[in-house]
């Protein structure tokens, strides 16, 4: 592994600053089986609750230009499934453990970093997912009020000593007093952006293509959005940002990371391209060598014009 | 194991105005496929498209699919000639269980392409296999063989009516300790899944779900199936990794 690649969270040492996005790696298993995952900073596991989900019924995806909406809603095994049978696995990867929590009450995400925190030795930091927009209660409504946020954030806070990572939803109007509401809850990082709120409509049927009727848009039409509120925040934080919205290619994670990333989290290009996270990592050694720079020094070099 | 391959059209025929079958050459697919696996093809829109295996030819390193086209994604696929390439992800997903040395295959729409991947198989192996394919009508034959029951809604063409009714032609000895495989829409399958039940037949059905990645990591194509644990109502399993095959008796339809 190159040494122009490695990256820091605030205390949180990544190889790389490539880290595979919550909900498009499933726990690890099947893509460990089409490349090796250790070339990577991270893996973000699929989102996470108390009991166990079916998630949404029906159709679950539908494509648009440039992206796909899904409404998978969920779905998981459970904590103490995951723990079980899935934390383990995740540590013989050799790349950064992220555990995505997700609730539907302010209860629930206390339950459950209580259940998380004694397995703090196999966890490199706890995503709380404040932002997904699959699900009826909880989550993105919670992530859509900055009140809401710093409490909830506050509240975990004394619960563990684990590196907390706020994802936030860009559903809202101002991200940035979103983003400043989990710095003041005591966050040590936030990661944008979840998915966008959007609709597909079939119409031969009149229906839309969703049998959620809404889903999360994500994919490259998403990643100006992304850029833009990475950018914003990163002039209003002291905390890092986690980039993540689009990403399909080294110059997007390029990009991402001179408007204020620290890291970066690829989605729904592994969905299209399951190897392309290690084509992205070669091409950015490729170019940190060419530029005789190391990948970090990138961080919110960005220069507005005036 | 399955990886990206960029892989080179070898021929193309059409079947009808709206189904073309393309002959791909990727050693690494065709020397590991088996009946009921599918591949994900890249085209221009922004995901994959799957497709079942319809046969392969490990000699030539080559396998066929079958193509309906549907929407643009199928258009385009479709319309591809020899000498041009794509990239496709495959062989994904469980193939059929073949241990049985019976089989009746049941074939309908675009599930006639994994049926004629069973027949070449299990006739291969000397084993015995009855095939029922059901179309609407005459026009929409395809994959068809003399030796298969041919059933059509129209009734323009062999028997008149559904593939059970061509299933209610079978006799006694055709049918005891078979194994009834079927691939089609979802009514012809859930259809065939209860004439199964009341022979007392095993039965494994091919389900088709809108997918995304094909390899079991977005869970955006789950299907119903019985759940395992006491308690639990049912369990969505990803019709990709879990399946595409499932046995008949486990599913929600
Ligand atoms: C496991 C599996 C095996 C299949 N095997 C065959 C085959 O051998 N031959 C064949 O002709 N077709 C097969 N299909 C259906 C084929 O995938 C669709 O017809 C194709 O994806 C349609 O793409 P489109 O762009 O032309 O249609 P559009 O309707 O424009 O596609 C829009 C979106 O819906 C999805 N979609 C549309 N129809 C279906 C469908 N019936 N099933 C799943 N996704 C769909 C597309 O993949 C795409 O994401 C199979 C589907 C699955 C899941
Ligand atoms: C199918 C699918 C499932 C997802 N599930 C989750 C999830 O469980 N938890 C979460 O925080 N984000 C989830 N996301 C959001 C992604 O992690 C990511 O934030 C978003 O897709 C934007 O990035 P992208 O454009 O690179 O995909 C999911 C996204 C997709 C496409
Ligand atoms: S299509 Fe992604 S899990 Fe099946």
Redesign the pocket.
Known sequence: MSERLFVNVGDTFLKSPIIL????CNMGRELSEIYDLSILGGL?S??LTIKPRAGNEGVR?AECKA??L?S?G?Q?PGVEHFIKYDLDFMNTLDTGVIV?V?GHSTEDYIDMVKALDPHKDKIDAL?I?L??PNVKEGCMSIGSDKEQIKKIVGQLRKLTDLPLWI?LTPNVTDISSMALAAQDGGADAV?L???MLGMAVDIKTRRPVLHNNTG?Y???A??PV?IRMVSECYRVLDIPIIG????SEASDVLEFMIAGASAV?????S?VVPDCPQFITEELEAWCEENDTDIRTLTGTLQLWQ | MNKDFFCEVTSKCMLNEETALIEILCPEIASCAVPGQFVNITCSNFLRRPFGIASVNKEAGTFKVGIKIVGEGSEELASMDEGEGTWILGPLGNGFDLSNNKYILVGGGSGVFPINFLYEKLSSEGKSVKVVQGFRDASQIIMNNDDYILTTDAGDAGIKGNCCDGLNTLTDEDINGSTILCVGPMPMMRAVSSWAEQKGLDCFVSLEQRM?CGIGI???CVCKIKAQEQGIEFDHKRCCKDGPVFDAKEVIW
């Open positions: 996005a919550s909900g498009t973000s699929k989102g995806v992206g796909m899904n998978v969920l998981n995505n997700a995503e997912n932002s997904c994802k990661v952006i979840n998915t999360g994500s994919g490259p998403i990643k992304a993540c919205g689009g990403i989290e690829i989605g729904t290009a969905l | 995304a977005c869970l955006v």
